[in-house]
């Protein structure tokens, strides 16, 4: 079967940097999305990774391995708005979207 | 802001009760999208649909049906509903229905079947 793997919830310090992984099975890949969501409001796209490496934008950089079928999040100098869910989805072979159970983000002061 | 607008943003109904909710997208794209976002669970995709046809049904049970009139709404008919049916009810559009596009989602609707 197809399968996202992320960690139910983590907790960081305002300021510090946190790293949320994601790791996939599924048949074939063709991409693979982040989405941040805050508690009662739309998910919203972060990044999309379809080639191996890092790639920033801003604060947030997301990775991708596809040989290891993995790929984390890191969100740097956080912010309390960062507090959030955040949705890791892989894109198959028959470009269905298969989604992880996310990742809830609460951050301290 | 996203461009995709749900209401009502929560409904409690009985399981007799007949209810709609409905999306509606300010972006000109030509897909829509229903999900299902139940607690500390993956989305799951209900509904596609591409130029107001319907591309995808996943095996949804029939209270649930779905009406695309055109392609900036979509509607979620819902009848006879089951407590587990409760849930967060997502709308999503995107560009075209090719899910290498970004999706756009609503606030979604916080639907309780009691």
């Known amino acids: 079967g197809q399968n996202i793997d992320q960690p139910t919830e983590m907790t960081a310090t305002e300021g510090a940097i946190v790293q949320i992984n994601c790791t996939y099975q599924?048949?074939?890949?063709?991409?693979l999305f982040w989405y941040q969501q805050h508690a009662g409001e739309a998910p919203t796209f972060l990044s999309y990774?379809?080639l191996d490496g890092l790639e920033e934008k801003g604060r947030f950089s997301s990775f991708l391995s596809r040989s290891k079928g993995y790929s984390y999040l890191l969100l740097k100098e956080l912010q309390m708005k960062d507090s959030a869910s955040y949705l890791c989805?892989?894109?198959?072979?028959?470009?269905?979207?298969?989604w992880g159970a996310g990742t809830k983000l609460i951050i301290k002061p | 802001e996203t461009g995709v607008t749900q209401t009502p943003r929560h409904l409690v109904m009985g399981m007799t009760n007949k209810k709609s909710l409905k999306c509606e997208q300010h972006?000109?794209?030509?897909?829509m999208y229903w999900y299902k976002q139940s607690a500390k669970k993956p989305l799951e995709l209900m509904f596609v649909?591409?130029?107001?046809?319907?591309?995808e049904n996943n095996s949804v049970p029939s209270r649930f049906s779905p009406e695309c009139p055109n392609s900036s709404h979509l509607f979620l008919h819902l009848h006879t509903l089951q407590p587990e049916d409760s849930a967060l009810y997502l709308c999503?559009?995107?560009?075209?229905?090719?899910?290498?596009?970004?999706?756009?989602f609503g606030p979604g609707t916080r639907l309780t079947v009691l």
């Open positions: 972006l000109g794209h030509n897909a």
């Open positions: 990774n379809v």
């Open positions: 599924t048949s074939g890949f063709n991409g």
């Open positions: 989805a892989v894109l198959d072979s028959n470009y269905q979207l298969i």
């Open positions: 649909y591409s130029l107001e046809e319907r591309v």
């Open positions: 999503a559009s995107s560009v075209g229905q090719d899910n290498t596009d970004t999706q756009y």
